[in-house]
């Protein structure tokens, strides 16, 4: 079983900065793809970032320009970098990653206030 493992979430300001990782117990470049998801009270979980194989990223409209997903080979991580944060970007944000199966982490709390 993949176990994935979230760090970095934390409260912080609005305009502020944090750096999520995601530590993975198998080779993260095994995965066809891994991301980050988000949930937010009452909403339904959605897409904040993905990596793909051959290193292309997508990223959420809303968070295009202030958040960076890339991987480190020797960490064996995934990290969302999370620039000049909004009230709205609090959630429970989760790690995630595919090989056919789904892949979940427990998820990281990260608040913004306003």
């Known amino acids: 079983q993949v176990q994935l493992v979230e760090s970095g979430g934390g409260l912080v300001q609005a305009g502020g900065s944090l750096r999520l990782s995601c530590a993975a117990s198998?080779?993260?470049?095994?995965?066809?793809?891994m991301g980050w998801y988000r949930q937010a009270p009452g909403k339904e979980r959605e897409l904040v970032a993905g990596i793909y194989g051959g290193g292309t990223t997508k990223y959420a409209d809303s968070v295009k320009g202030r958040f960076t997903i890339s991987r480190n080979r020797a960490k064996n991580t995934v990290s969302l970098q999370m620039d000049n944060l909004k009230f709205e970007d609090t959630a429970v944000y989760y790690c995630?990653?595919?090989?056919?199966?789904?892949?979940w982490g427990q998820g990281t709390q990260v608040t913004v206030s306003s």
């Open positions: 995630n990653a595919a090989r056919g199966v789904i892949f």
């Open positions: 198998e080779n993260i470049f095994s995965f066809s793809a």
